[in-house]
């Protein structure tokens, strides 16, 4: 039978009479309450209310949720975020004229370089010339908005160029798109979850056996151009074999020209550092500052300058029935039109059949390896110079991770091959005196004007002048200096770099880095975990204070035992606690007594994993069983908790030496 209580206001009122019990049921009891003289009754079963009541509870509940996702939204959307996410809004409302003057100069030096190089990278990569300056435009243009480092030039590289020859040699432009696609996705999602850390899993001396390979099989693959041969190759070994099977045929024509640009731009690089020279510092011409700033601009527009004056040649020999030179032929004029990546293509099996396939199917043929190397690559070289040209400031690598991928992914609409940093244009763009990222506007926009009006006179640019180009600047990205320091400092980290440098050089690059990284990490798991465990004799002289709650002193110079001290130097994980269980053993061995005190000394030991902690309960056990003690001095808390709550080992075990001697 229900219940009833009287209240005020309730949620039955006199228009609902029938709700409204007056006379309760002989089986029931009555529970009436007044709320003040005056104030309006209503009688509502205990069911009803507890009803009402959970009701209540039931709001309440959703509000307090509310306002607490409302507090976390205020707490991540905030202005800060914002601008970290557009970093173009903290530098646009105080742009002026200045640095737009400042930011045209630089842009103008950069397009220079960019241009040559990218039609250079294209054809490293086995890509039509118009791709690599698709490439060079539209990275920039997103850099401008999302960007945090006024200095970078993103565009093509030499080393993501010759990672995509092998796909490209496969599948066609297709794949380069298709790769620039799914590296920029990748990227992205990487950013956005914050997973950069994935990049410091790649030591400096990988990166340095890598970018070294990397440089000597570019220019192996450019030595056709140089010397103006035509075989089948493009890997390092393949391409010298060829080299020297076909020496009968070089043409020396293309090899003298090859080999003069290449003087003469190793010559003009120098340039701008001639007023240093011992021999010039007395020639007061030199520190005129137009004189400084003309050997600054023929220095940063070698490439360029070379470009021009070889395609003039060549057409003048052209036209007048003398040329020998293998020229680049026709390149396709023109800007990229604006569509979806290939993510279906058609390919001829045969004279009658043609293959169609998808966009699974060509991932399946890329590999795991290749769409997960390519966005790993690039972030590697983004990141390293964005570091590079912070200025002493902390780098936004997570930004640089998403600007980098939106780069790629809009690329990839312009019919792209993927993107990364260059240190040679970025060392440009750094000494021309650039002021915002806006400088991207401006060598974006000289690269269009050339895709537009300037493709048709490529046709007339020798094959080695490009060859050329591409030498002088990637020859420099042999990292041989790193090994002079890391003989005289770490010799054995010497190892992961050769074993990168040959396996990138002779087997494939991304087999090269994936071994190089995995051999790395490998070998600091072995020597890291690998702790060295001194061992010194405590003299009969000692008081130790327990870390029981009684704090009791004990004097162990009346224990007739032997008392050993063992130092271990680092924290505890199960590589590592076979060595200090083989130590004991030793300690045991040599000192041939029937008991011994042996104090483990673990104050630097600041962790220990559930392996070692399960080794050090079976050695306390069995030195137990033999007679002898164990005893843990100077044990963290947390260390010492884990082992006498899961481990079982009696709190009397832990102390902490407050005098002794050590005899080591």
């Given at each position: 039978m229900s219940q009833w209580c009287i209240r005020p206001g309730g949620p039955f009122s006199q228009e609902e009479p029938s709700a409204v019990r007056t006379e309760p049921s002989p089986h029931s009891r009555m529970?009436?309450?007044?709320?003040?003289?005056?104030?309006?009754?209503?009688?509502?079963?205990?069911?009803?209310?507890?009803?009402?009541?959970?009701?209540?509870?039931?709001?309440?509940?959703?509000?307090?949720?509310?306002?607490?996702?409302?507090?976390?939204?205020?707490?991540?959307?905030?202005?800060?975020?914002?601008?970290?996410?557009?970093?173009?809004?903290?530098?646009?409302?105080?742009?002026?004229?200045?640095?737009?003057?400042?930011?045209?100069n630089a842009g103008m030096a950069v397009s220079l370089t960019a241009i040559p190089q990218t039609?250079?990278?294209?054809?490293?990569?086995?890509?039509?010339?118009?791709i690599g300056l698709?490439?060079?435009f539209m990275g920039p243009l997103m850099y401008i908005f999302f960007g945090t480092v006024r200095e970078i030039s993103v565009g093509p590289n030499s080393v993501l160029a010759l990672m995509i020859n092998s796909y490209v040699s496969e599948g066609g432009v297709a794949y380069a798109v298709i790769l620039a696609f799914l590296t920029g996705i990748i990227q992205l999602i990487i950013g956005l979850l914050n997973l950069g850390f994935i990049v410091d899993l790649i030591s400096a001396p990988v990166i340095s056996g890598?970018?070294?390979?990397?440089?000597?099989?570019?220019?192996?693959?450019?030595?056709k151009g140089l010397l103006g041969l035509k075989f089948q190759g493009s890997?390092?070994?393949?391409?010298?074999?060829?080299?020297?099977?076909?020496?009968?045929?070089?043409?020396?024509?293309?090899?003298?020209?090859?080999?003069?640009?290449?003087?003469?731009?190793?010559?003009?690089?120098?340039?701008?550092?001639?007023?240093?020279?011992?021999?010039?510092?007395?020639?007061?011409?030199?520190?005129?500052?137009?004189?400084?700033?003309?050997?600054?601009?023929?220095?940063?527009?070698?490439?360029?300058?070379?470009?021009i004056f070889s395609c003039l040649a060549a057409y003048l020999l052209e036209i007048n029935g003398l040329n020998q030179l293998t020229l680049s032929g026709d390149i396709e004029p023109g800007l990229p039109t604006f569509k979806l990546p290939p993510f279906q293509i058609e390919r001829q099996v045969d004279d009658d059949e043609i293959q169609v396939l998808n966009f699974s199917d060509i991932c399946a043929e890329i590999g795991a390896m290749g769409i997960a190397l390519f966005p790993l690559v690039s972030i590697l070289e983004q990141v390293a110079i964005a570091k590079t040209?912070?200025?002493?400031?902390?780098?936004?690598?997570?930004?640089?991770?998403?600007?980098?991928?939106?780069?790629?992914?809009?690329?990839?609409?312009?019919?792209?091959?993927?993107?990364?940093?260059?240190?040679?244009?970025?060392?440009?763009?750094?000494?021309?005196?650039?002021?915002?990222?806006?400088v991207n506007v401006f060598s974006s926009g000289v690269i269009l004007l050339a895709l537009g009006l300037l493709m048709p006179a490529f046709y007339y640019l020798p094959k080695a002048v490009l060859a050329a180009v591409v030498i002088s600047s990637v020859m420099f990205l042999v990292e041989y200096e790193e090994i002079k320091p890391?003989?005289?400092?770490?010799?054995?980290?010497?190892?992961?770099?050769?074993?990168?440098?040959?396996?990138?050089?002779?087997v494939n690059m991304e087999f090269g880095i994936i071994l190089g990284a995995g051999f790395h990490l490998l070998l600091l798991l072995h020597l890291g975990n690998k702790p060295k465990i001194s061992v010194g004799e405590i003299q009969a002289i000692n008081v130790i204070k327990t870390s029981t709650a009684e704090s009791t002193m004990v004097n162990t110079s009346a224990i007739e035992a032997k008392r050993i001290r063992l130092i271990c130097d680092r924290s505890l994980h199960f590589p590592g606690i076979e060595t200090f269980r083989s130590r004991i053993n030793e300690v045991i061995h040599d000192e041939g007594c029937e008991k011994l005190i042996i104090i483990a000394d673990l104050e630097r030991v600041l962790e220990m994993d559930y392996t070692s902690l399960k080794v050090l309960k079976c050695i306390y056990a069995d030195l137990q069983k033999r007679e002898h003690t164990l005893i843990f001095d100077k044990a963290n808390d947390v260390i010492q908790q884990h082992l006498t709550t899961a481990m079982e080992i009696p709190v009397s075990a832990f102390i902490q030496i407050t005098r002794h001697n050590i005899t080591v």
């Open positions: 529970e009436a309450k007044m709320y003040g003289a005056g104030s309006e009754l209503s009688i509502v079963s205990r069911s009803t209310m507890s009803t009402w009541i959970s009701d209540n509870n039931f709001v309440d509940e959703i509000h307090k949720k509310r306002r607490r996702v409302c507090k976390r939204w205020r707490k991540t959307c905030t202005r800060d975020l914002l601008y970290r996410r557009l970093p173009f809004l903290s530098w646009i409302t105080k742009y002026d004229f200045s640095k737009l003057l400042s930011d045209a039609i250079g990278y294209a054809a490293v990569a086995g890509l039509p010339a118009q698709y490439s060079a890598f970018c070294s390979a990397a440089a000597l099989t570019a220019i192996a693959t450019q030595m890997n390092f070994l393949g391409v010298w074999r060829g080299v020297f099977e076909n020496l009968s045929d070089i043409n020396y024509y293309d090899a003298g020209l090859g080999f003069l640009t290449i003087f003469i731009l190793l010559i003009m690089r120098k340039l701008n550092c001639m007023m240093n020279l011992e021999v010039f510092k007395g020639q007061s011409w030199l520190q005129n500052r137009w004189i400084s700033r003309v050997l600054w601009f023929l220095s940063s527009s070698r490439n360029a300058s070379v470009l040209y912070s200025h002493g400031k902390s780098t936004d690598a997570t930004q640089e991770i998403i600007t980098l991928g939106i780069g790629n992914i809009a690329g990839s609409f312009v019919g792209a091959m993927p993107i990364s940093a260059s240190f040679g244009r970025s060392a440009v763009q750094s000494s021309s005196g650039v002021r915002t990222p806006m890391m003989w005289k400092s770490r010799r054995i980290e010497l190892l992961p770099l050769v074993l990168t440098f040959l396996s990138c050089l002779f």
